[in-house]
Nanobody
Framework: EVQLVESGGGLVQPGGSLRLSCAAS????????MGWFRQAPGKEREGVSI????????YYAESAKGRFTISRDNTENTLYLQMNSLKPEDTAMYYC?????????????????????WGQGMQVTVSS
């Protein structure tokens, strides 16, 4: 059983930055896919970025490319999402998630439904 605890959300002005953190504990496998997802009111949950904890392969949604950076500190079992140049349309609940991963797992084909473990979520609001 993997436990995920997110932190770092909040209110930021357009153009600003935030760094989201997700502390992971538990788990029995040496390799996980961990990702950030978001859900805005009235919209479906969508993937933002995913990382393979073993080889650090990454996936970014088009909306995140060039602005967001996912990273993983394996010594501290913590996942990060550095978000720069934030826009009002980035406003959403952000969730950290994890699932078992393999070297052949295609990160861009992992919808939210295939992630087994989830954090509680936190609000990110981009507004002036």
């Amino acid at each position: 059983e993997v436990q995920l605890v997110e932190s770092g959300g909040g209110l930021v002005q357009p153009g600003g930055s935030l760094r989201l953190s997700c502390a992971a504990s538990g788990g029995t496998y040496s390799r996980y896919c961990m990702g950030w997802f978001r859900q805005a009111p009235g919209k479906e949950r969508e993937g933002v970025s995913i990382i393979d904890t073993a080889d650090h392969r990454t996936y970014y949604a088009e909306s995140a490319k060039g602005r967001f950076t996912i990273s993983r500190d394996n010594t501290e079992n913590t996942l990060y999402l550095q978000m720069n140049s934030l826009k009002p349309e980035d406003t959403a609940m952000y969730y950290c998630a994890a699932r078992r991963c393999f070297s052949y797992t295609s990160l861009d084909l992992l919808p939210p439904s295939l992630f087994e473990y989830w954090g509680q979520g936190m609000q990110v609001t981009v507004s002036s």
